[in-house]
């Protein structure tokens, strides 16, 4: 697989990464040479093998349904970088 | 010997006779702090005032005959991956530096209330990406043994303050390797439990299937102390397993009789220090030497891990990391000024009547999203969300994902088998030594390669612990690995506390312990 600039300027644009032509330039290369590396994974016959998600073999965890404090409002917004008290604040997106 | 290089052990049955108080212990280790941290850079915070009141509190319980906990007032040092609240909990990020968590990670829980003395955050590679701590969005730690090397990484804060004696316990967190792998190269004993054995609630995720918690100290019988303290089911992490936590510590000193040992032939392949293979060799020999009997063994997948590794934890990583978002928590570009940019962008396109121009433009929130986890994140993390996010994104999630997935499970069916003809799997923990500040970081693949030896553990969900077994001839650790089956950290234990009684190469601190500054 093939890696150009204009692949690894698609990914950041999904991984919500702002790159500098700099930066472009560096990870194209980079990320090139670990995807070969990787791909040494194709030599191996994986056929009928069951994915493994997780080391433990463990069946849903429920919890109780019952009511529990949680974090008030105060706190949880306190790490917020712009916030009115209320909600989270963010620049408008509607309208433009 | 001076107080601060004992170990945890000794220090904990001093504390508990009364021949030592807690205050003087934590002032010990701050003073060694004060006089040795500004060349190894460990710590990111040191928490004297905190850590000073949390130890009077505990020597005036003790003196009141009131119960104190089961580590009586130990200073410990803390990765700065697990959430202390009030304090600040960075991951070692720009993205994190102003973050004050409003809760404790229930690994700090367990410690307060067993009278642990906090004295500190330590220094790791940002996000535990990387294994050598010079990825650190602050500052690089140094190896105590040479400050020209690293500590290893990601928790090299954490294997470089108990190295350093700065304090006799560390608590650090293992995706690859990041607590065996410094461990190793700064010559202490690190222990990564099986998944599920320590809980992660409030630990600032990697790639959640593979992270683990464990303890560092000098000693396996340090490192079981801990383990003890830090393991347990937990209700808030339901990965966590509810399987009763032995007394590590009780059952430690029993031998291990007829105790099998699987070696692997290819680790002792290509790449491996002819220096690291003698030792490792050597330490084989004490275990005969001890009775154990030395079994072959095959894990023909293992050296697949590094690319199986290099798939799953990047794209768990992107998708852990993708909180980030400038608007949560954590760092936020600077909104007005990349408005006014945009709005520039947008006329200069506009007069340029350039249609596609215009159609790719950020909207505003997009623009705050990118630019904030440009300015927040380092290049490695990049590196691995840009890795994670490429691996997920459509037309390729089978290609690497589910291909990375499947061998994960040939890695791990692997174990299974070998575990069917051994109790434990003894090999090298590192190719080499402790390289140089700088050596690798050009060239990103060569660092990876060097968790070759211990990534099939987290891969499979066992357990592993690194502890030395020798120096190099230019006076840098080595260490060697055991690992185990799921759930059986008594015997790795064990058969590390026989070694050390067997061997006197961990009782060795560094020069810069034993010579004045």
């Known amino acids: 697989m093939t890696l150009s600039r204009a692949d690894v300027e698609k ?44 080391a433990l073999d463990v069946a849903n965890v429920f919890a109780e349904d019952v009511v529990r404090p949680s974090l008030p409002r105060e706190q949880a917004l306190a790490n917020a970088p712009h916030q009115d008290g209320e909600f989270y604040l963010v620049p408008a997106v509607l309208g433009e | 010997m001076r107080l601060v290089e004992q170990t945890a052990t000794q220090l904990l049955a001093q504390l508990n006779a009364g021949e030592v108080t807690s205050l003087e212990l934590t002032r010990a280790c701050l003073d060694q702090i004060h006089r040795v941290d500004s060349r190894v850079k ?22 009141n005959g009131q119960p104190v906990g089961r580590l009586g007032g130990l ?23 102003h973050f004050h968590p409003p809760y404790d990670a229930t690994v700090i829980a367990r410690l307060r209330s067993a009278d642990a003395v906090i004295v500190g955050k330590t220094n790791m590679d940002e996000f535990a990406m990387g294994g050598s701590t010079e990825n650190s969005g602050f500052f690089p730690t140094r190896n105590p043994w040479d400050l020209q090397r690293t500590p290893g990484g990601s928790s090299g804060g954490a294997a470089a303050s108990v190295a350093a004696r700065m304090t006799p316990l560390s608590v650090g967190s293992d995706t690859g390797g990041s607590i065996r792998q410094p461990a190793g190269l700064c010559g202490i004993t690190g222990l990564k439990p ?49 399987r ?6 009780q059952s430690l000193r029993e031998p291990l009789k007829n105790l099998r040992l699987g070696v692997v032939q290819e680790h002792y392949g290509e790449g491996l220090n002819h220096e690291v293979a003698a030792a490792v060799r050597e330490a084989i020999n004490v275990y005969k030497s001890l009775g154990a009997r030395i079994v072959e063994i095959e894990l023909p997948h293992a050296r697949y891990g590094i690319a199986t590794y290099y798939v799953i934890a990047p794209c768990e990583a992107s998708s852990n990391l993708a909180r980030y978002d400038g608007v949560h928590y954590g760092h936020r570009a600077d909104e ?75 890695i791990r069916n692997d174990y299974d088998a070998a575990f069917k003809s051994c109790d434990l799997i003894v090999g090298p923990v590192t190719p080499d030594t402790a390289f140089n500040l700088g050596e690798k970081s050009a060239d990103p693949l060569s660092l990876y390669l060097v968790d070759l030896y211990t990534v099939t553990a987290n891969l499979a ?57």
């Open chain 2, 336 to 410: 007005k000024r990349l408005i006014t940019e945009l709005a520039v962008e947008r006329a200069r396109l506009e007069q340029a009547s350039d249609q596609a121009g215009l159609d790719r433009l950020d909207n505003a929130l997009v623009k705050l999203y990118r630019r904030s986890r440009a300015e927040g994140f380092g290049a490695e993390v990049k590196r691995r969300i840009m890795l994670g996010t490429y691996a997920l994104s459509a037309g390729y999630y089978d290609a690497y994902y589910v291909r990375a997935l499947k061998v994960r499970r040939l």
């Open chain 2, 461 to 517: 969900g066992i357990g592993g612990i690194a502890l030395p077994c020798g120096m190099s001839k230019a006076g840098l650790p080595i260490g060697f690995q055991l690992q185990g089956p799921a759930f059986t950290e008594e015997t790795l234990l064990r058969a590390a506390y026989m070694f050390q009684q067997a061997t006197n190469g961990h009782q060795h601190p560094p020069a810069i312990v034993t010579t004045n500054a």
């Open chain 2, 244 to 249: 009763p936590v032995p007394r590590y510590t």
């Open chain 1, 11 to 54: 990914v950041a644009l999904l991984a919500r990464l702002e790159l500098s032509s700099a930066e472009l330039n560096l990870l194209t290369p980079q990320l090139q040479q670990i995807v070969e590396y990787v791909e040494s994974l194709n030599e191996l016959n994986t056929e009928g093998v069951e994915p493994m998600a997780h």
């Open chain 2, 75 to 97: 200073p410990v040092a803390v990765k700065d991956l697990l959430c202390t609240a009030g304090e600040p909990t960075t991951a070692a990020s720009r993205m994190l530096e």
């Open chain 2, 194 to 242: 099986t998944y599920g054995r320590v809980s992660r609630y409030g630990v600032i995720a990697f790639a959640s299937s593979l992270d683990q918690i464990g303890p560092l100290g000098q000693t396996a019988e340090d490192v079981a102390l801990l383990l003890e303290v830090i393991a347990g089911h937990d209700p808030l992490d339901s990965t966590s397993v509810a």
């Open chain 2, 42 to 63: 460990a710590f990111l915070r040191v928490r004297s005032d905190a850590a000073i009141a949390t130890a009077e509190e505990i020597d005036q319980r003790r003196k």
